[in-house]
Each structure stands twice: as structure tokens, then as C-alpha cells.
């Protein structure tokens, strides 16, 4: 589980993120929805060390992410995958090295296991044959799996997913949602996923967390969302005809 | 005041970068590549450059000595020592700048705007060691072979420009370079040479590291790594001119 409380920042004294506390269940998939602009990427960024907030703490099973030592940081950093909005990729290797990447850095897996795992992670995610293939010679939706495929190759605690549908056809994106979701369940991990797709609100969201101008504004579930009556998350969720009629 | 901030964070980035590697296996591995890439790649530009510059200097020299006083050994002597004491160690160190300091900026800087250097932070890896020390190492070890290759391709052109325009004969010319060497040139050759090769490397990896925006700020990153290589190697081969040589 992880817990947010009481985070703040601010860039060049415009105030993103105020004062949220939260937290992400341990098996679910956590999502974080608001529009663009709203803070969302910056609490995920927060919570993953990349972007130190100005005030607060992340919790990560009990540890305090900020008061732990550098070596303690990447320890736990270890048991953390991220999936990132362009998969992030390393463009040198192969599909097989990035997967192996952290297998090499972190384990002392013999060439064969890593290999079996890999096949194994890669297999997961459906993707067969592509194993000496450069992410400039994938699709997108691929190098998404891709992404995913490293991000849990090392058995992650906890996953974060930066918008995992960006740029995908609805159908692809729901492969994507369906497999995250999945693969949530099956390794037991706490998913955070940032999105502003509202087939994933309704599809996966287990525990859903709207925030509006920097602002924790609403909490709930995929269930919850249908029938609140918060104005600032109906104009959100249900600002397409299509998710009006849904509704 | 940019200045000064400037040169904190990039004391502060070496200081990431001068970690023990995670795993030793894997910054070989990377070292090879860097090598590979940086090294390997520019011995083509390196051998054309350094044969032509030796033949112009042997020509020019040849040109200008009308005082029948001064002894055509002078021809040998004088690429001998261009070579060694600038040609070899600043002049191909600016045209690494162009080629090794360019390159290493926009690498690091395409991976920072593509998040790869922010996937390398959350998987618990310092991307500062990880990418920015096999490229210095990798220019520490590969310049003063770069530049020593250079020089002695300098003194042959000097030799085949002199001896087949009929300038002066092989005996000649072998007999200027041997004459007045000091050793301690070389020491003050390789001295600059390894200076040269931190700058570029740790330079340009600085400012790919610390790029943001998209691809016009790559570009940017690149064009400013190789104008302050440029400037800080011209810098320090006076500082170290001054204090070796006088």
C-alpha cells in the first residue's frame, strides 16, 4: 500500500499540488483522473521520487520514502516498475536487452534464467517474436507492452502506470487497461496509473482519485463516479455526448 | 549568477557520476560500446586530418625558409614538434569537440526528453554514473591513442609531402626530427590530451544530462557543449602551457 499525505508543490511559486493525502490499495488498480494541467503527473512523480514535493510524505508500506538514506531510496526504487507515457525505451537495445535491463543490474541470474524470464514477462504481455527488435521498429501499442514487460520483470511491489493509453486506438487501449489490470491482480502489486481516458475510469478503475487544479477534489470507484452529483467531476467525466448517453 | 549555478550543478552531476558503478559487468560492457562509438568511429577523420596537416606544415615550412642560414633539418624539426606539442593534442581534441562532444550531448540529451533517464532513476540506477562515466573513461583511455596515432600520421605526411615534391630527401628530414627532442614534450602532449578528453566528455555529457524541453533544446544542448568544449580547451591548453612549458 501506499500512502500520500499531506503533499504540496509549487513551480516558480504557482501552487500544482495542494495539501493531498491519499492513499493506494495494495492489488488494485489506483487510478489518478483530471485534465490536463491539473497535477496529476506531478503527484505521480511525486510519489516515485522523481519531483521532490515541497511538503509532505509518501509512504510506501510503512517507509517513509523522504526520510529513507540514498541507498535505502534506490532499494526501494527497485521494487517499483513504471510504465511511462512514451514507454521510455532504451532506443540502443533491443526489445529482449530492455526487458533485460534490470535483471542485469539487479540479479545474479545466469544468462539462461534471465533469458527464460524475459520470454516468460514478454510472453505475459503478448508479445512473441519481437525479442530482437529495436523500439523504432515496433508499434505503439507494442513498445507499451514492452514498457510493461520491464516494468514487472523484477516482480515489482508497486507498479505506476503515466497515462498508459496515450496516443493507442481505443482498442489497443483497452489490451493495455485489461493487461495492467490483470497483471495487478495475478503479482498482487499496488497500481497507481495517471489517465485521463474515461474508458479506463469505467473499465479498471478500482479506486478512482479526481483532482482539480492541484486539489484532491474527489475519491471513490468506477461506481461511485456514476453517481456523483460533484459538479467539477460530472463536467469532467461525462464532457462527451457519447459519455453522457453512458451515463 | 547562471554561471556559478551552472558550475555547481555540474560538480554536483560528476560528483553522481564518479560512483562506484552498480555492476561492474554492465559498465564494461557500456565502456566497449563507448569506446566503439567514440573512438573506434573517428580514426577515419582523425588519419585524414593529421596526414594532411603534417604534409602542409612540412610544405609551409619548406616555404618559408629562403635564408639559406637556416637548415633544411628545420623542415622535420618543425612538424615534429607542431604535431606533438599542438597539432596532436588540441588540434584533434577541437575536432572531437565537433564530432565525440556533439554526439554525447544530443545521446543523453534524447534520452533525457524521452524519460529514458528517469526510467534508469526509478529502477534504483544512478543514470549519472551509468551513462556519463563509461564516456569519460572511454575518452581517457582512447584520446591519447587518437592522438598519438595523429602524430606520428602527421610526421609521416610531413615526410611523404616533403621527400616526393623534392623538398628535401629522407635522411634529411629523419635527421630534423631528431633534432632538439626533448622528451618531456610528449609528457606534456599526453598531460593535455587527458584534460582535453575530461572536458569533452564530462562537458557534453552535462549538457545533455541537464537538458529540457524537446528536440530544439537537444539541438541547443548539443551546439552549447561544443562551443564551451571549444572555449575551455583553448582555456586550459593556455593554463597548462603556461605551467609545463615555461
Not at chain 1, 521494487?79 to 537495445?93: H, K, N, R, T, V
Not at chain 1, 535491463?101 to 508479445?127: G, H, S, W
Not at chain 1, 491482480?185 to 485521463?196: D, K, L, P, R, S
Not at chain 1, 475519491?219 to 467531476?233: R, V
Given at each position: 500500500?501506499?500512502?500520500?499525505?499531506?503533499?504540496?508543490?509549487?513551480?516558480?511559486?504557482?501552487?500544482?499540488?495542494?495539501?493531498?493525502?491519499?492513499?493506494?490499495?495494495?492489488?488494485?488498480?489506483?487510478?489518478?483522473?483530471?485534465?490536463?494541467?491539473?497535477?496529476?503527473?506531478?503527484?505521480?512523480?511525486?510519489?516515485?521520487?522523481?519531483?521532490?514535493?515541497?511538503?509532505?510524505?509518501?509512504?510506501?508500506?510503512?517507509?517513509?520514502?523522504?526520510?529513507?538514506?540514498?541507498?535505502?531510496?534506490?532499494?526501494?526504487?527497485?521494487?517499483?516498475?513504471?510504465?511511462?507515457?512514451?514507454?521510455?525505451?532504451?532506443?540502443?537495445?533491443?526489445?529482449?536487452?530492455?526487458?533485460?535491463?534490470?535483471?542485469?543490474?539487479?540479479?545474479?541470474?545466469?544468462?539462461?534464467?534471465?533469458?527464460?524470464?524475459?520470454?516468460?514477462?514478454?510472453?505475459?504481455?503478448?508479445?512473441?517474436?519481437?525479442?530482437?527488435?529495436?523500439?523504432?521498429?515496433?508499434?505503439?501499442?507494442?513498445?507499451?507492452?514492452?514498457?510493461?514487460?520491464?516494468?514487472?520483470?523484477?516482480?515489482?511491489?508497486?507498479?505506476?502506470?503515466?497515462?498508459?493509453?496515450?496516443?493507442?486506438?481505443?482498442?489497443?487501449?483497452?489490451?493495455?487497461?485489461?493487461?495492467?489490470?490483470?497483471?495487478?491482480?495475478?503479482?498482487?502489486?499496488?497500481?497507481?496509473?495517471?489517465?485521463?481516458?474515461?474508458?479506463?475510469?469505467?473499465?479498471?478503475?478500482?479506486?478512482?482519485?479526481?483532482?482539480?487544479?492541484?486539489?484532491?477534489?474527489?475519491?471513490?470507484?468506477?461506481?461511485?463516479?456514476?453517481?456523483?452529483?460533484?459538479?467539477?467531476?460530472?463536467?469532467?467525466?461525462?464532457?462527451?455526448?457519447?459519455?453522457?448517453?453512458?451515463? | 549568477?547562471?554561471?556559478?549555478?551552472?558550475?555547481?550543478?555540474?560538480?554536483?552531476?560528476?560528483?553522481?557520476?564518479?560512483?562506484?558503478?552498480?555492476?561492474?559487468?554492465?559498465?564494461?560492457?557500456?565502456?566497449?560500446?563507448?569506446?566503439?562509438?567514440?573512438?573506434?568511429?573517428?580514426?577515419?577523420?582523425?588519419?585524414?586530418?593529421?596526414?594532411?596537416?603534417?604534409?602542409?606544415?612540412?610544405?609551409?615550412?619548406?616555404?618559408?625558409?629562403?635564408?639559406?642560414?637556416?637548415?633544411?633539418?628545420?623542415?622535420?624539426?618543425?612538424?615534429?614538434?607542431?604535431?606533438?606539442l599542438e597539432?596532436?593534442p588540441t588540434?584533434?581534441?577541437?575536432?572531437?569537440?565537433?564530432?565525440?562532444?556533439?554526439?554525447?550531448?544530443?545521446?543523453?540529451?534524447?534520452?533525457?526528453?524521452?524519460?529514458?533517464?528517469?526510467?534508469?532513476?526509478?529502477?534504483?540506477?544512478?543514470?549519472?554514473?551509468?551513462?556519463?562515466?563509461?564516456?569519460?573513461?572511454?575518452?581517457?583511455?582512447?584520446?591519447?591513442?587518437?592522438?598519438?596515432?595523429?602524430?606520428?600520421?602527421?610526421?609521416?605526411?610531413?615526410?611523404?609531402?616533403?621527400?616526393?615534391?623534392?623538398?628535401?630527401?629522407?635522411?634529411?628530414?629523419?635527421?630534423?626530427?631528431?633534432?632538439?627532442?626533448?622528451?618531456f614534450t610528449?609528457?606534456y602532449?599526453?598531460a593535455k590530451?587527458?584534460v582535453?578528453?575530461?572536458?569533452?566528455?564530462?562537458?557534453?555529457?552535462?549538457?545533455?544530462?541537464?537538458?529540457?524541453?524537446?528536440?530544439?533544446?537537444?539541438?541547443?544542448?548539443?551546439?552549447?557543449?561544443?562551443?564551451?568544449?571549444?572555449?575551455?580547451i583553448v582555456v586550459f591548453d593556455l593554463i597548462l602551457t603556461q605551467m609545463m612549458l615555461m
Open positions: 500500500m501506499i500512502e500520500v499525505k499531506n503533499i504540496s508543490k509549487s513551480f516558480n511559486g504557482q501552487q500544482v499540488l495542494k495539501d493531498i493525502t491519499t492513499r493506494f490499495e495494495k492489488g488494485k488498480t489506483n487510478l489518478i483522473i483530471g485534465q490536463s494541467g491539473s497535477g496529476k503527473t506531478v503527484l505521480m512523480k511525486c510519489c516515485i521520487g522523481l519531483i521532490d514535493a515541497d511538503e509532505g510524505d509518501v509512504i510506501f508500506d510503512g517507509k517513509v520514502f523522504s526520510r529513507l538514506s540514498g541507498k535505502e531510496q534506490r532499494i526501494t526504487r527497485q521494487e517499483m516498475g513504471m510504465l511511462f507515457q512514451g514507454g521510455a525505451l532504451f532506443d540502443s537495445y533491443t526489445v529482449e536487452e530492455n526487458v533485460m535491463f534490470p535483471l542485469n543490474m539487479f540479479t545474479k541470474m545466469t544468462f539462461d534464467e534471465k533469458k527464460d524470464r524475459v520470454n516468460y514477462v514478454l510472453d505475459r504481455v503478448n508479445i512473441a517474436e519481437a525479442n530482437h527488435k529495436f523500439p523504432s521498429e515496433i508499434s505503439g501499442g507494442m513498445i507499451k507492452r514492452v514498457a510493461i514487460a520491464r516494468a514487472i520483470a523484477l516482480n515489482p511491489k508497486y507498479l505506476f502506470c503515466d497515462e498508459p493509453n496515450s496516443g493507442l486506438d481505443p482498442k489497443t487501449a483497452e489490451v493495455i487497461d485489461r493487461l495492467i489490470s490483470d497483471l495487478t491482480e495475478e503479482f498482487g502489486m499496488t497500481t497507481v496509473i495517471n489517465t485521463h481516458d474515461m474508458n479506463s475510469v469505467l473499465q479498471i478503475g478500482q479506486t478512482i482519485v479526481f483532482i482539480y487544479n492541484g486539489e484532491l477534489w474527489w475519491e471513490g470507484d468506477k461506481n461511485g463516479i456514476m453517481k456523483t452529483d460533484n459538479a467539477e467531476l460530472n463536467d469532467f467525466v461525462f464532457s462527451t455526448e457519447l459519455t453522457r448517453r453512458a451515463k | 549568477m547562471k554561471f556559478l549555478y551552472q558550475v555547481g550543478d555540474y560538480i554536483m552531476i560528476m560528483f553522481q557520476a564518479f560512483k562506484r558503478p552498480d555492476k561492474g559487468k554492465v559498465f564494461r560492457r557500456q565502456l566497449f560500446i563507448d569506446f566503439q562509438n567514440m573512438g573506434a568511429t573517428s580514426i577515419g577523420v582523425v588519419t585524414i586530418i593529421s596526414v594532411f596537416f603534417g604534409a602542409i606544415i612540412a610544405i609551409q615550412t619548406a616555404e618559408n625558409i629562403d635564408n639559406p642560414m637556416i637548415p633544411l633539418t628545420t623542415i622535420g624539426f618543425s612538424v615534429r614538434q607542431m604535431m606533438i597539432f596532436g588540434i584533434i581534441s577541437l575536432i572531437l569537440v565537433g564530432k565525440v562532444g556533439s554526439s554525447i550531448a544530443s545521446e543523453i540529451g534524447t534520452m533525457r526528453v524521452s524519460e529514458q533517464i528517469d526510467a534508469l532513476k526509478v529502477m534504483g540506477i544512478n543514470p549519472a554514473n551509468y551513462l556519463i562515466l563509461p564516456k569519460i573513461t572511454a575518452a581517457m583511455l582512447y584520446n591519447p591513442v587518437l592522438i598519438t596515432f595523429s602524430i606520428i600520421l602527421g610526421i609521416l605526411g610531413g615526410w611523404a609531402a616533403s621527400v616526393f615534391t623534392g623538398i628535401v630527401t629522407t635522411t634529411i628530414y629523419i635527421e630534423g626530427l631528431r633534432a632538439w627532442y626533448d622528451p610528449i609528457t602532449a599526453f590530451t587527458e582535453f578528453a575530461f572536458i569533452i566528455a564530462s562537458v557534453s555529457g552535462y549538457k545533455g544530462y541537464t537538458v529540457k524541453g524537446g528536440s530544439v533544446e537537444v539541438g541547443q544542448a548539443s551546439t552549447s557543449a561544443v562551443v564551451t568544449c571549444t572555449i575551455l
